[in-house]
Structure formats: structure tokens, C-alpha cells
């Protein structure tokens, strides 16, 4: 009894992937959890990337910018980066919350005020207005840590590329459905005025969307509610104790267990900033802080008017294009990312898919460089989009690698929850000081392109 008992014991307090460990049979994944919490993952990006492709638009129509295009952008980036700053204040205390009370109840709470945001978005008719419901959403959200938490405890080392595979896989789906509502939706009463005749379409025309995704977060809320089981040791034994057979020694034995993990999740933050925690957080804060930039400006570029530098696309087809980025990325790492993993290691794969994402910036001035050239956006661009699609998909691997190396670098399982929620604290800082820089940037060029055209014009 003592024997199994500190085995079990030394497994909740022993690295996640011990170095050096010969390859075994791979552990069958637990479809079932695992699909649960992949919902979760769906309908966040779902939300978010819904808005994408009619912010500027929505911008330009409420005055925020006083009628000057240019500053759209730098307004867009505001708006966007204030939910990371937010979310950079809070995701910690609830990755460490999490460690305390289970990761399933603070994952209600993060779909509860992603929720309540998007309806107060679908609604703001003031910059202040869409400032309040990014910063409440960012607040309330700390679920990208937690679930990650999850996946590192419904894992192990031999299934764990598996699982971390599916997390950006499930991103580029939601990031696929969630630009198409957006687009689509946008708008009803001017696409579908037969349906949306009342005037509270043209008052708020930007709320179908959110009330969508609104009602799919929902719908996650509640499967997550009856069907997800919880995976933090201490609460799920805590169940298991009160329908066994009480036997006096074991019990004690659990209660001493429970003690130990216990005592590691109250670990001194102080104590996990060490070289092995640190280095593959900060490798994932720089990998968000580049990935974030390509996110806004590709929008952003594919909106912009062509003589001020962009294509000019119209919100239905902005969110064609990153449905397709989306379901062009989530198909490859679904079928790919597991096999390269294990052909070429994390590290060789991780350095590679880094070093892709300088040639997919330098593809914007590129495009911007051909639609002056030629006048027009022809098959020309398309191309060219077509190779920024081929290398971004290989950028994308970085974060399923990087997510593997923050999981093996817990000391244990119990402080998986914090070491995870150190990670997006880390990546929504370079967030928030990343899109402000950007904002800055697109305000001043801005201000500068309206006289050079106007210059060339005479």
C-alpha cells in the first residue's frame, strides 16, 4: 500500500518529460476530454477573429477617426491590443486560481465574459464603448493558459505532439468560421434587407455577428459544464474518496497526498523563474509578439484603400481570404505537425518555422510595391498571396513546439497551471507594447502618406 501510494505521490511531483527516456508505446489519447476542451478552443477564436474584418470599417462609420482614413489603423490597434493589456493583468491569478479550485470553473468564468463582451461589442457606438468590452473581455479571460494546463495533464510524453497538435489545428478552424461570420454578417440590413428591415440593424449593424458568437459560446459553456471532467489532481480524488470504500490507512495515505500537492501549487511564484521555465516562455512571447503583427496588418492591408498602399478588398471577401489562410493552415497541421515533430525534433523544427516568418512580412511591400507598379490587384497578387499562405503555414508550427517545451518544463504537474499562466502573461505584455508600437507607426505613416500622394498627384 505505502509502496503504490508514494508511487503515485512522486508522480505528481516529478518533471513532466523526464530527460533521456527511451521511446514507448504511444498512450492512446482520451478523445472524448480532449474533444470537450477543443470546443473551448474553437469558439474563443471563433469570437475574436469574427471582428477582424469589419473593425476598420466599424471604425471609420462611428467618427472615431474624423474622417481621416489614414488613422484608421491606429485606432484599430488600440482597440485591439488594450484586450492582451488587459489580459496580461489577470491571466496569472487565474492560471494560478486554477491550481487552487480546478481548471474547469475558471474556464466557465472566462466563456461567461467572453460572452457578455461580445454582446456589449455587437452594441458600442462609441471608441470608449468598444474600449470597455475588449478590456471586460481580456479581464474576465484566462482560459488560453488553462486549457493548455489541460492538455499538458490529459497528455504525456508519448502522445503529448498529438495533443499539442491539435490546438493550433482547432485555432485555424475557429480563425476560418470566425472571419466568414464576420464578413458575412456584417451589415444584414444592406445584404439581406428583406430579413433586417427593423432599424435596429442600421443602428447597430455590426451586432449579428457578435450575438453569433455569442450564442456559440454558450452552446461551449454548457457543453463544458455537464460533460467536461476535471483534470487537477487534489479536486478530482477529492470526488473519488466519497463514492470508495474507506480504508483507514489509505485514506490517511490520499490525505497526505493531497497535502504534498497542495503545498507545491502554493509554491512562491519566485521559485519557478528558473532558466528552464524561462527560456521557453520567452521564445513564446516572441513568436506571439511576431504572430500578432501579421494578424493586424493583414486585414488591415487587405482593407486599405490601394493609393494608400493596400488592396482595397471589400469585408466579404477580407474574410474569404483568412478563411482560407485558416482552413489551409488547420488541414496541414492536423495531418502534418505530428509526423514532423518526429522526424525532425521540436528544436530543428521549431528554429525552422521561426526563420519562414521574415520572408511572410516582406511579402506586404512586396504586394504594395506591384499594386503601384501595375495599377491594378491582378493574378499577380494572388500569387503572391498565395506564397504568404505557404509560408505562413510554416510558421504556425512554432507554437505547437513551443507549447510542448513549456509543458515539459514544469517541475510538476501541480504548478502546471502557474507555469503556463507565467507564459501568457509574458506573451500578452509583448502583445500589448507590439500593437501600441504599431499603432504609433501606422498613425505617423498616416499623417505623412496623404501629402506625398498629394505631391505626386501635381
Known sequence: MDSSNSSRVESETTPLIPAGVSKKPKTPLPKLQIGILMVLRLVEPIASMSIFPYVNQLIKELGITGGDDAAVGYYAG?????????????????SR????????????????????????????TSFWSLVISRCMCGILNGNVGVMRTMMGELTDSTNMAQGFALIPVVWCIGSFVGPLIGGTLARPQVTWPGLFAHPFWSKYP???PCAVSACLIVLAFFIL????????????????????LGISSG????????????????????????????I???????????????????????????????????????????????VVDGVFQALFFAKIVDWLGPKRLFCLSVSCFAPVILLFPFMSWLVHARGIVDHAITFTLV????????????????????????????????VNGLGQTSACMALYVM???????????GSQLPDEIQNRDE
Not at 435 to 445: E, K, S, Y
Open 78 to 94: 488600440i482597440i485591439e491590443s488594450l484586450f492582451y493589456f488587459a489580459q496580461a493583468l489577470t491571466v496569472l491569478r487565474w
Open 97 to 124: 486560481l486554477s491550481d487552487h479550485i480546478g481548471r474547469k470553473p475558471v474556464l466557465l468564468v472566462g466563456l461567461s465574459g467572453t460572452c457578455i463582451s461580445m454582446l456589449c461589442f455587437g452594441l458600442s
Open 206 to 208: 455590426y451586432f449579428l
Open 225 to 244: 459544464l455537464f460533460f467536461l471532467e476535471e483534470t487537477l489532481s487534489t479536486k478530482r480524488r477529492s470526488k473519488l474518496k466519497s463514492i470508495t
Open 251 to 278: 485514506a490517511d495515505s490520499d490525505d497526505r497526498e493531497a497535502l504534498a500537492q497542495k503545498s507545491m501549487a502554493n509554491m512562491p511564484l519566485r521559485s519557478l523563474l528558473t532558466p528552464t521555465i524561462i
Open 280 to 326: 521557453p516562455i520567452a521564445n513564446y512571447a516572441m513568436i506571439a509578439l511576431l504572430d500578432i503583427s501579421f494578424i493586424v496588418l493583414l486585414p488591415l492591408f487587405f482593407s486599405t484603400p490601394t493609393y494608400l498602399g493596400g488592396l482595397g478588398f471589400t469585408p466579404s471577401y477580407i474574410g474569404s481570404w483568412l478563411a482560407l489562410f485558416a
Open 387 to 418: 506564397g504568404q499562405l505557404i509560408l505562413t503555414v510554416m510558421w504556425d508550427m512554432a507554437f505547437g513546439t513551443v507549447f510542448m517545451f513549456i509543458t515539459a518544463s514544469a517541475p510538476a504537474k501541480n504548478v502546471l497551471g502557474a
Open 435 to 445: 500593437l501600441i508600437m504599431l499603432a504609433g507607426v501606422l498613425r505617423w505613416l
